[in-house]
Every structure is written in structure tokens, then in C-alpha cells.
């Protein structure tokens, strides 16, 4: 008898993992506003790449639909055991959100904020290097709101997976490994 290990690994829960260590920064106050948008963006890429891993798992020809819209994923991921989706309620809800933000940054244009007038050029300048000058994409993105729309995101995962009875935080799970035993091609019969 011969034993072989093998390990399965799983590229959206680092994807996962990776995103909350990034919160994790934002809970300790370590990133700026500006450092917000790569969370918000990788927080996106996150939910679509869990959908993905359970497309390709619990849904038979997947290979078909991964390129579609991430709307259109989760509405299949749904319509597959009979459930509709409610884009009106949590869990689901809080999907819409995060993509928005990633779409205004995606097809962003360039946009030119006025400051107050200043009675000197180093108050002016001051006002530049503290970042007080920040475009409409801000808006109501503070550390508050982005370890709100962490947790949402959170149970939005959770729910996804509760959907083909996966385990809880089961999208953290970064592999799965066994030691399998084969027969030894060299041993007599």
C-alpha cells in the first residue's frame, strides 16, 4: 500500500482572507479614506469569485455562465433550487451596494474639487497634502460605513453558501487536504 496526499485549493477564499486583513486595517484605523476604495473594490471581487467556487461545485455546465453578469450569477445560483432572489432584502441587498461603488470607480471620470479660499498660499497648500479636497466618490464612504458594508458582505457569503448547505464561513477555508491510499503498482499480487 502507497498513501499520496492531495490538497485542493481554493483561490477565492485568499481572495477572502486577503480582504479581511484589509479590514482589519481599516477597524484599526491604519488606512486612510483613499485606502477605503481598494477594500470596497477587492470586496466585490470577493463576492463574485465565492459565487464562482460555488457555481463551479453545486451547478452542473458553470463553465458557461462564469463570464455573465455577477447579477445574473447569483439570480441562477437562486433559480437552481427553486429560490428567488430578494434584491430587496438582506442578505442580497448589500451585493448592489458593493458593486455600485466598484462600477463608479471603474467607469469613473475625472472631476475637479474646489477648495475655500485661503488668506495664504501654506494654509491653500496645507489643505491639499491633508486630503481635504475629496471627489463625490467619497461620499459617505468613512471607516463607519466600509466595516458596515464588511459585515453585510460577511452574512451576504454566508447566505450564499447556506444555499447548497455549505458550512458556515466555509468561503475562509482556503484548502482541503487528504492522505489517500493507492495500491503499489510495484507489489505482487
Known amino acids: 500500500m ?24 481599516v477597524k484599526a484605523e491604519e488606512l486612510d479614506a483613499f485606502d477605503y476604495l481598494p477594500v470596497l473594490v477587492h470586496m466585490a471581487f470577493a463576492v463574485e469569485a465565492y459565487v464562482n467556487s460555488i457555481g463551479f461545485r453545486k451547478v452542473q ?42 462600477d463608479r470607480l471603474a467607469h469613473s471620470k475625472p472631476e ?12 491653500a497648500i496645507s489643505m491639499l497634502y491633508a486630503q481635504h479636497l475629496k471627489p463625490t466618490l467619497f461620499a459617505g464612504l468613512d471607516r463607519k460605513a466600509v466595516l458596515e458594508l464588511g459585515r453585510r458582505f460577511y452574512v451576504l457569503l454566508n447566505h450564499l453558501g447556506a444555499l447548497y448547505r455549505l458550512e458556515p ?21
Open 112 to 123: 475637479s474639487v474646489v477648495g475655500p479660499v485661503c488668506d495664504d498660499y501654506h494654509t
Open 61 to 102: 455546465g458553470w463553465e458557461k455562465i462564469e463570464r455573465r453578469p455577477w447579477k445574473m450569477k447569483i439570480e441562477i445560483l437562486h433559480s437552481r433550487i427553486g429560490v428567488s432572489a430578494d434584491w430587496n432584502a438582506e442578505p442580497l441587498k448589500v451585493a448592489p451596494e458593493i458593486f455600485a461603488i466598484r
Open 2 to 25: 502507497k498513501y499520496q496526499p492531495q490538497v485542493t485549493f481554493s483561490a477565492q477564499a485568499i481572495v477572502v482572507h486577503s480582504l479581511m486583513r484589509m479590514l482589519d486595517r
Open 169 to 189: 464561513d466555509e468561503f475562509s477555508s482556503f484548502s482541503t487536504s487528504h492522505v489517500g491510499r493507492i495500491a503499489d503498482p510495484g507489489a505482487k499480487a
